[in-house]
């Protein structure tokens, strides 16, 4: 299995950036999607989540309305659009699989490699 971000950059605060992590050797539309993401000195938290069927998407509230998360499972894509960056989005970004739901605990089976985001003030 491998699950493969790209998208990341440097942006200034108020810009956008589009993620997308693409998945193989796995059965994608089993699986429910995350993104994660960690700044330095802090621990890994939860960005976004989607069902496996994307009619359910999960937030964390720190990205509530500026964040959008979606999913192609014909491409075998998850993607993260996120709008109105702030510096203190600044974190590498880890796109993540599991069966069955989205959890906000990590627990996940597969994870990506991560991809740098830098937002400058």
Request: aromatic share 14%; proline share 2%.
């Amino acid at each position: 299995v491998q699950l493969v971000e790209s998208g990341g950059g440097l942006v200034q605060a108020g810009g956008s950036l589009r993620l997308s992590c693409a998945a193989s050797g796995l059965t994608f539309s089993f699986y429910a999607m995350a993104w994660f993401r960690q700044a330095p000195g802090k621990e890994r938290e939860f960005v976004a989540g989607i069902s496996w069927s994307g009619g359910s998407t999960y937030y964390a509230d720190s990205v509530k309305g500026r964040f959008t998360i979606s999913r192609d499972n014909a491409k075998n894509t998850v993607y993260l659009q996120m709008n109105s960056l702030r510096p203190e989005d600044t974190a590498v970004y880890y796109c993540a699989a599991r069966l069955n739901r989205v959890e906000v605990d990590g627990k996940y089976a597969y994870w990506g490699q991560g991809t740098q985001v830098s937002v400058s003030s």
